[in-house]
């Protein structure tokens, strides 16, 4: 049949990056999906739903943008938010027929990384599924996941008696400074906003950990990068710390 058309199945890309991979607790992390408008000769519909799912380390924004050919075509689509069963999983459905064949579709949204992010990594992946059979209206293809990653690190002091790992230290305590100088600041997650990491400039306005029974201290929520641990306080009976104690996180 000379008249008929060839749909090339594979012609559909799809993929997704965000603009960082190591966080902070509290930090904004933005993600794009690309794409293009498929060939939808000889179809009468066309099916072209992304569905995206993130981990409970992140915190969906509801923010979801979509551009196609560069313009905003958002209010066309139909987005749906699943907050029922899961508060981080959104579908994008874009009706692709309405656009030039091979124009680039681009979906932008953010994440907030919250306290349950740290020392996990958290995903965040997304699929699309498209029409395959002009023939065939109920006949689809759903892509592989894409997959991408973050991830937050904490921070933790085990204090002990000099010589004597075993004699552990408790009331030790700690502020924790950046490369630049900067102080820790740490902010509880409550009903309304996620946990925060700030930099402070005065000793005064960081947070300060104390050591337990066991020695141990935390500082959560940390992104790679170079830190000093300044000891505040020293247990009853024993010196201070003569020097910050520099921590590199690293991956």
Known sequence: NPDATIHDKNDVPFGKVDDKASV???????????????????????????????????????????TVGGTDVTSACTITYDVDSNANKFTVSIPVMNYTIGAEIKVTYTAVTNDKAVTVISKNSATLTYSNNPTDSKSKTTTPKDEETVY???????????????KKLANAKFVLKNDEGNYYKYTAATESATAQVEWVKNQADATEVTTNTNGAAVFNGLKDGTYHLVETAAPAGYNLLANEVKVVING
């Open 152 to 166: 937050s690190a904490k921070l933790v002091i085990d204090k002990y008696q000099k010589d004597n790992k075993s």
């Open 24 to 66: 902070e607790v509290g930090e904004t992390v933005s993600y794009t999906i690309t794409g293009k408008v498929p060939d939808y000769t000889g179809f009468t519909t066309y099916t072209y739903l992304i569905t995206d799912t993130m981990s409970e380390g992140l915190t969906f924004q509801k923010d979801a943008k979509v």
